[in-house]
């Protein structure tokens, strides 16, 4: 069964540093999708991705983050200057379109941790 | 703003139960509600998707409702067995048209 791959699993930073978190979403999916949970906390939407720009963000994606589908299979999220409180789980999702009937499957999420 | 609450926050029974687990959200005004499962340090598993015009979901022992007028949805797990243990996400989507908006979870322990 076709699923959403990301990938490093766990990636540890220097405060400061810039991160790229990548993902591979299902093939024939055209809607992309970042979430994040801290721990112990509600998983948190950031931005959703289609047609090659940002269709919505969250005030928590500020200009520190961006996405990119660089090539026909990836989806990346970048942090440029990661702060200790981005330590969290990011989560990648995917869904074949968008609106009422579009379901979301994630990937297994990306451990990023910020020292 | 849109909230959603999951009650109760933990549960443990012992196998062959059968259970509900509770979802509410503030705004009725949602596109749909999914529900998933979320095993300790692992991704979300979508278990069912329930549109704003239907009233139920079932796969296999997993029923989900959905009253949107009341703002309330439940998960129902008949016969319930260990492998069923495991967090329990409901998110509605809202305002944005792909933004899925989460509770915090209903931990469910099945023992044998």
């Known amino acids: 069964e076709p699923e959403v791959t990301q990938t490093p699993s766990h990636q540890v930073t220097q405060m400061g540093q810039e991160v790229i978190l990548r993902c591979v979403p299902i093939?024939?999916?055209?809607?992309f999708y970042w979430y994040r949970q801290i721990l112990g906390q509600k998983v948190e939407f950031l931005v959703s991705?289609?047609?090659?720009?940002?269709?919505?963000k969250s005030e928590i994606f500020d200009d520190q983050f961006s996405v990119e589908r660089p090539d026909g299979s990836n989806f990346t999220l970048k942090i440029r200057s990661t702060k200790l409180e981005d330590s969290a789980m990011y989560f990648c999702?995917?869904?074949?379109?968008?609106?009422?009937?579009?379901?979301?499957?994630f990937g297994p999420g990306t451990r990023l941790t910020v020292t | 703003k849109q909230e959603v609450t999951q009650i109760p926050a933990a549960l443990s029974v012992p196998e062959g139960e059968n259970l509900v687990l509770n979802c509410s959200f503030t705004?009725?005004?949602?596109?749909?509600l999914q529900w998933f499962r979320q095993d300790p340090g692992k991704g979300l598993t979508s278990l069912l998707l329930?549109?704003?015009?239907?009233r139920e979901q079932t796969s296999g022992r997993l029923n989900a409702s959905l009253d949107k007028s009341s703002g309330r949805s439940t998960l129902y797990i008949a016969a319930s067995q260990p492998g069923d243990s495991a967090t329990y996400l409901c998110?509605?989507?809202?305002?944005?048209?792909?933004?899925?908006?989460f509770g915090a979870g209903t931990r469910l322990a099945v023992h044998p």
């Open positions: 999702a995917s869904s074949l379109a968008g609106g009422p009937a579009s379901e979301q499957y």
């Open positions: 093939s024939n999916h055209l809607y």
């Open positions: 991705f289609y047609n090659n720009e940002i269709s919505e």
């Open positions: 705004d009725s005004a949602i596109y749909n």
């Open positions: 329930i549109q704003s015009s239907q």
């Open positions: 998110a509605v989507m809202t305002g944005g048209y792909n933004k899925l908006i």
